[in-house]
């Protein structure tokens, strides 16, 4: 997984691949690394700690309601209306023995492929909610800017960064950093963008299986724009604690050690998208929770996405149960709830 090919000008493209789920199938898994950027992060970013938080032993349940019923409303920020996802491999440790023993990068992208178009009805939850409305508003029939669903897989970018060792424990200004040169390898800035920085297995960020599972944040490129990124643990290395196991007995088609990965994957991807921000999209004012927030960890099952079948979290929708608002597991323009 690593390459000897040299630098190349950080607002250029050269050297991303954009992996097709058959490129993944049959190993193509080069991305060229870039090498040689020296950039900071903004010194105190805004993070969303923790964004799906660890579950309580004992307590987790695979049905039920969520803390409390209050509808999320709109902050004043902005929302993804043509989310465009970049995922980088960090660390040099990726190349070396029993890499990712549970398969979590081959899962993760097979899962980001499969959200788009009519075959995905359970990221759709998200595009009832927009920007371009008053703060404090509950609903978006005078929107501006709606959240958008794409019509081919939003995973844009693959970055495999082995110039160097992810550090053993990173800490939130370590993955800034690294979604700064992301960025900037990709040639990619905006509110669209969404940067998921996966550390390799034995590597614990800060926080990681004690504190939260992942989380996302906002950090500022040396142009003042800002990008949106997550910090994407190993998440098998949390094993029960960060969803492994978490689908109800019974069910089929997912391998149970890794179910984690498309739960809270799914859980970052579809807060990303209604709260790019990090608190001025859309939250919960009473709980102060984001769309997935309000639902993790309850009702976990399996959905079918453009034909493959993951483990995923309800998410919550304002729209669902006649407008009271609800958990749901798929969505449409009827609101429909499962």
């Known amino acids: 997984m690593s390459s000897a090919h040299s630098p190349t000008s950080p607002t250029r493209r050269t050297g991303l691949i954009v992996l097709s789920a058959f490129a993944l199938v ?7 690394p870039q090498r040689g950027f020296a950039t900071e992060p903004n010194p105190s ?20 309601a969520p803390a409390n019923t209050d509808p999320v409303t709109y902050h004043g920020g902005p929302v993804q209306d043509a989310p465009q996802v970049y995922v980088v491999w960090w660390g040099s440790q990726w190349s070396s023995g029993n890499n990712d023993p549970k398969k979590e990068l081959f899962l993760q992208a097979y899962f980001l492929d499969s ?37 081919s897989s939003p995973r844009v970018g693959q970055w495999d960064d082995e110039s160097a060792a ?29 940067i998921i920085i996966d550390t390799p297995p034995g590597v614990v960020p ?3 299986k004690t504190q939260y599972c992942a989380w996302h944040s906002v ?34 088609g997912v391998n149970a050690d890794n179910e984690g990965v498309t739960i809270v994957g799914g859980h970052e991807y579809a807060e990303t ?14 709980q102060n929770g984001e769309t997935a927030d309000k639902c993790a960890w309850t009702n976990m099952g399996i959905v079918t996405l453009n034909s493959n079948r993951y483990a995923v979290q309800p998410l919550w929708s304002n729209n669902a149960n006649s407008g009271s608002g609800g958990c749901v597991k798929y969505y449409n323009s009827a609101a429909s709830q499962g």
């Open 45 to 64: 970013p805004s993070v969303h700690t923790p964004a799906i938080a660890k579950p309580v032993p004992g307590k987790r349940t695979s049905t039920g």
């Open 206 to 208: 800060s926080g990681f």
């Open 219 to 252: 950090t500022s490129l040396p142009d003042n724009s800002q990008i949106t990124y997550t910090n994407f643990p190993y998440i098998p290395d949390a094993g029960a604690t960060c969803g492994a196991g978490s689908v109800p007995v019974g069910s089929t």
């Open 166 to 194: 992810a550090p053993q424990s990173p800490t939130q200004g370590d993955i800034a950093a690294e979604a700064v040169k992301a960025a900037q390898y990709f040639g990619a800035s905006g509110t669209n963008v969404q």
């Open 273 to 286: 998208l209604t709260d790019p921000g990090a608190w001025s999209g859309w939250t919960d004012d009473t």
């Open 26 to 32: 049959v190993g193509f898994l080069l991305a060229v």
């Open 115 to 151: 959200l788009y178009g009519a075959g995905d009805n359970w990221s759709t939850s998200a595009t009832q909610y927009c920007s371009g409305i008053p703060t404090g508003s509950k609903d978006c029939s005078h929107a501006a800017t709606f959240v958008g669903h794409p019509n």
